[in-house]
């Protein structure tokens, strides 16, 4: 799976962005995707993911109720809805894509994932 996100800019502080994630190769839609964002100077940490149906989806909790992942299996497209962003929002976001049957509990865990894009910078300003 080969992976390329986009949507990526400057935004005000309580603005919204969405990201997207285009991913080539048969095996998208058997894939669990996941959102993972670095801070300079910090780790690359773990924002969402979504199962391979869709159907559960995961969040960190600095960003549940604010950020929404989706996918569209028809299109090979992931997406991350950002809403609300704050200051401590701004990072490089990075997709990512894992075996289908990743236990739940270890999908915040960026090993979990063998495919990985070249991330899009998210910048938030006061």
């Known amino acids: 799976v080969q992976l390329q996100a986009s949507g990526g800019g400057l935004v005000q502080a309580g603005g919204s962005l969405r990201l997207s994630c285009a991913a080539s190769?048969?095996?998208?839609?058997?894939?669990?995707m996941g959102w993972f964002r670095q801070a300079p100077g910090k780790e690359r940490e773990f924002v969402a993911a979504?199962?391979?149906?869709?159907?559960?989806?995961y969040y960190a909790d600095s960003v549940k109720g604010r950020f929404t992942i989706s996918r569209d299996n028809a299109k090979n497209t992931v997406h991350l809805q950002m809403n609300t962003l704050k200051l401590e929002d701004t990072a490089v976001y990075y997709c990512?894509?894992?075996?289908?049957?990743?236990?739940?509990?270890?999908?915040?865990?960026?090993?979990?994932?063998?495919?990985w894009g070249q991330g899009t910078l998210v910048t938030v300003s006061s």
């Open positions: 990512a894509a894992g075996w289908r049957g990743t236990p739940s509990l270890r999908l915040r865990k960026k090993d979990e994932y063998a495919y």
């Open positions: 190769g048969r095996t998208f839609s058997n894939s669990v």
């Open positions: 979504i199962s391979w149906s869709g159907g559960s989806t």
